[in-house]
């Protein structure tokens, strides 16, 4: 398996269901290779139906992934400042949404 991507159901049975959480990766040495952009549109096309919005968090300091998504109709709604902290690092997230029609 050289990737991944999935999307889980936010709220089962509650009045989340029609949410989706995002989750991607490629193994590094196949990465810049258009696996990603592949998996996510296939991801995308077989969850039609299935969920209206599809939301993900990234890291404000990765730029590849905030390219891939935007390139693909995600659009951004939020900015959380200080989201993840590692040691003494602060990382801030972007929030991303796309509407599956
Ligand atoms: C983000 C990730 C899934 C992208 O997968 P990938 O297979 O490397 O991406 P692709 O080769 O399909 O490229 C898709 C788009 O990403 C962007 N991109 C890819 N490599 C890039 C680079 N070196 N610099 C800038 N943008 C880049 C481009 O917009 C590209 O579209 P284009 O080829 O039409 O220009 C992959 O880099 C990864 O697994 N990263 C680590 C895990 C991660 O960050 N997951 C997301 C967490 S929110």
Not at 35 to 64: C, H, M, P, Y
Not at 82 to 94: F, L, M, Q, S, T
Not at 95 to 100: A, E, G, I, L, S
């Amino acid at each position: 398996m050289v990737g991944l991507c999935d999307i889980r159901r936010k709220g089962p049975n509650s009045e989340l269901d029609h949410i989706g959480i995002l989750g991607i990766t490629v193994r590094r040495e196949f990465r810049g290779t258009g696996i990603g952009k592949a998996l996510l549109k296939d991801a995308l096309q077989r969850n039609k139906g299935v969920f209206e919005i599809v939301l993900l968090d990234v890291f404000s300091t990765n730029q590849i992934a905030i390219n891939l998504y935007k390139k693909l109709g995600f659009k951004e709604y939020g900015y959380l400042k200080n989201a993840v902290k590692r040691g003494n690092e602060y990382i801030d997230e972007i929030k991303m949404y796309y509407n599956v029609e």
